[in-house]
């Protein structure tokens, strides 16, 4: 058989049933075999950049894996800032890079670059180095990608391989790894700590998405009294209308979610690799009981020296110690009530601190009055993709989120332009939700081309762009730290008009100046086809980085 048949048929047979890409003369093959099947879709993207992204929004919105393919060199290398996201967010995706042929390489070919280009911004990096072993070698790639901790994959297959007529070498049935189970000891060890501690908190990242472990912690949370804080990336793994909800953990977290925690006698940290952003290049005096469970054994110790470490799936080793404290006579020494005192005290500081801000009501808003509207206006079963940017660490101050893949925004590699291209990803892996964007301005410029996506595809997706006319949050920065002009990054002078650019692609517009128009907007245009709400918001406003942490 052909072996572009044979690639689209390993897809299909291991559950992939979607693929990103652009077409070029390289991988026409591929689509002309994805045409002719109804059981494969090919979502043609606008440039390449968001071919990967739109790869990561179909996984983190609903735990199943796509393929992207792109041509050689620069497909594949715009392709590498979504493949450095879905790497450092453990979002599993197999890559299909069409390579120069092996006879050309060395020759300076057609978008020639060397293989090993892409090496640390994958979790593998696979070159197909002949043609028998195209399949077997495309077999591999997705059980690593879907092996946790899950990433992206990369697949470099020569472009000459892939028409040819041949007998592929395929492998048995390829299973990916299992996570680790926790060991017995090292459970009762953690349980016999957390149940002793007279105020636990805990943390939970982005891992508790990944390995669907959210009714666990919230067992858990729920067992020990204990109050729960998210990760900027682990928004949305414990819903945010649960009493014991303290608040979530970024670079704008508050001092009184610092204080709950530091004043904790214990912590059970899960999913979570301690990065640099969330602990403020670990500034937190965490406490010395510190319980960490993570797939990844290189997370231990970074930052903290924990008292127990559990290298193991997070679902696994949380439902192991429920069932070790629902074992014990007492399930712990804190009293009844006092987590969600603790919690609720955060949550009342948090949004005392922002009332002001939320209660103006005359344009331009801040973000924090139209997030408050637009959360009034969505149905709660709205996914929503937020951007990187000013707006975003709003989004996870003060936006409330309730089911872990119904929220979605970029961790530490924070690239902006993301969240359009992941909401074209996520529409398409999950047709029955709405789909929302949450994104500024100037992270919409970057990934504008998809506005054209979503309406060719068709998809109910509604953008809602918060327009200042300026990259607010590096003017801050630059007037506060380098005595810079204010809006000194702006083009107040060359105003973007964005409902007039969407409204060229295609996309009903709607321009909402007021909380009341915001909620009206949000509630008419969801389920109502590819739509894009401007929303004018105060240049001058504080950013949330700032006014969170005084």
């Known amino acids: 058989m052909r072996n572009d048949h044979a690639i689209i048929d390993c897809l299909t047979e291991h559950g992939i049933t979607t693929v990103f890409g652009i077409p070029g003369k390289q991988t026409l093959p591929l689509n002309d075999v994805i045409n002719d099947r109804e059981d494969i879709r090919f979502v043609m993207a606008r440039h390449e950049t968001n071919v990967s992204h739109q790869a990561w929004g179909y996984a983190e919105t609903s735990g199943e894996m796509a393929a992207t393919v792109v041509i050689p060199g620069p497909g594949d290398m715009n392709a590498m800032n979504g493949l450095k996201n879905a790497l450092n967010d453990c979002t599993p995706l197999v890559h299909i890079a069409v390579e120069t042929e092996p006879e050309v390489r060395g020759g300076d070919g057609i978008h020639e670059t060397p293989p090993d280009t892409y090496d640390n911004v994958v979790k593998e990096n696979v070159t197909v180095e002949t043609p028998h072993s195209t399949i077997a070698e495309l077999q591999r790639a997705i059980a690593i990608a879907r092996t946790p901790p899950k990433g992206p994959v990369r697949v470099g297959i020569p472009k000459n391989f892939i028409p040819m007529e041949l007998e592929p070498a395929v492998t048995g049935e390829i299973e990916p790894s299992e996570p680790p189970h926790p060991p017995a000891s090292a459970v009762e060890q953690a349980t016999d700590r957390l149940a002793a501690a007279d105020s636990p908190a805990i943390i939970a990242g982005g891992g508790v998405r990944a390995a669907a472990a959210s009714s666990e912690l919230q067992t858990i949370a729920e067992t020990l009294e204990a109050p729960v804080a998210t990760t900027y990336k682990g928004k949305a ?8 909800f303290a ?8 001092p009184e979610l610092t204080r709950c925690l530091e004043t904790a006698d214990a912590i059970l940290a899960v999913g979570t690799d301690f990065d640099a952003v969330w602990t403020k290049r670990w500034s937190y005096d965490i406490p010395a009981e510190l319980i960490h469970v ?4 290189a997370d231990v110790g970074t930052g903290y ?18 069932a070790e404290l629902a074992a014990h006579a007492e399930p712990g020494s804190t009293e009844p009530g006092s987590g969600r005192s603790r919690a609720r005290a955060v949550r009342n500081a948090e949004m005392k601190r922002t009332a002001g801000l939320r209660e103006i009501s005359e344009a331009p808003l ?32 003060t ?3 309730y089911e872990p893949r119904d929220y979605v925004n970029p961790g530490s590699w924070a690239s902006m332009g993301l969240a359009v291209p992941a909401a074209v990803g996520a529409a398409i892996a999950n047709p029955d939700q709405p789909v929302a964007v949450l994104i500024g301005e100037g992270g919409l410029m970057m990934c504008l081309e998809e506005l054209h996506t979503i309406v060719s595809e068709s998809l109910d997706v509604t953008v809602f762009v918060f327009n200042n006319d300026d990259y607010a949050i590096i003017s801050e920065e630059a007037e506060r730290s380098y005595d810079l002009e204010a809006n000194a990054y702006g083009w107040t002078d ?9 409204a060229g692609m295609g996309m009903d517009v709607e321009r909402a100046e007021t909380p009341s128009a915001i909620r009206e907007a949000a509630s008419a245009s969801i389920r109502n086809g590819p739509t894009l709400v401007e929303i004018p918001t ?6 949330a980085g700032e006014f969170m942490t005084r």
């Open 538 to 543: 105060d240049p001058g406003e504080p950013q």
């Open 237 to 244: 793994t414990f819903p945010e209308d649960h009493p014991l």
């Open 399 to 401: 936006f409330p989120t």
């Open 247 to 254: 608040g979530s953990l970024c670079g704008a977290t508050s």
């Open 305 to 322: 020296d924990p008292s127990v470490a559990i290298v193991a799936d997070a679902k696994r080793t949380l439902a192991a110690i429920a």
């Open 366 to 397: 801040p973000t924090v009055s139209a997030l408050a509207a637009l959360r009034k206006g969505l149905p709660r079963e709205t996914i929503v993709a937020a951007d990187a940017g000013g707006s975003r660490v709003w989004a996870v101050m």
């Open 494 to 502: 060359a105003p973007l008009d964005c409902t007039r650019i969407a």
């Open 294 to 297: 993570t797939l990844d054994p």
